[in-house]
């Protein structure tokens, strides 16, 4: 999977609006570690059940330290989140995507996204 920084302009694939990146981590890279808000982690599994674009192959964490790792975490619990994107709308109409891993870089790794992606997520799962 190809890095990008956190809150950079996405483009990895051809779209109308314009969208940040959130999430698209490497080893190569460091990333902003720390405790995740309360429910965080719950409203991104949620969201990662609704991933979209599916098309690019199955991803595997570079963070874990052994491919078997990797591959037992392309899932969690019922859910396969080794493809996929999942899309965030801020109150305000940022439109934040990021990988549907996400959330096990914050489960397991410790990644902290930044704190207006946050706000955005556990927005959108009590506005359900
Ligand atoms: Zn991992």
């Known amino acids: 999977m190809t890095y990008f920084a956190d809150l950079s302009s996405y483009s990895y694939l051809e779209v109308n609006e314009a969208m940040l990146n959130v999430g698209w ?6 990333y902003t570690t720390g405790p995740a808000p309360a429910g965080l982690v719950d409203a991104l599994a949620d969201l990662a059940t609704g991933a ?11 963070l874990c330290p052994d491919f078997q790792t990797a591959r037992e975490n392309t899932s969690r619990g019922e859910t396969f989140i080794g493809s996929g994107e999942v899309r965030v709308t801020s109150a305000r109409g940022t439109i934040y995507t990021s990988p549907a891993m996400i959330v096990h870089y ?8 930044p704190e207006e992606y946050c706000e955005a997520v556990l927005a959108q799962l009590a506005g359900e």
């Open 25 to 30: 981590l490497d080893r190569e890279h460091e």
């Open 52 to 62: 979209v674009s599916v098309c690019r192959g199955t991803h595997f964490c570079n």
């Open 106 to 113: 914050v489960e397991t790794h410790g990644y902290l996204p």
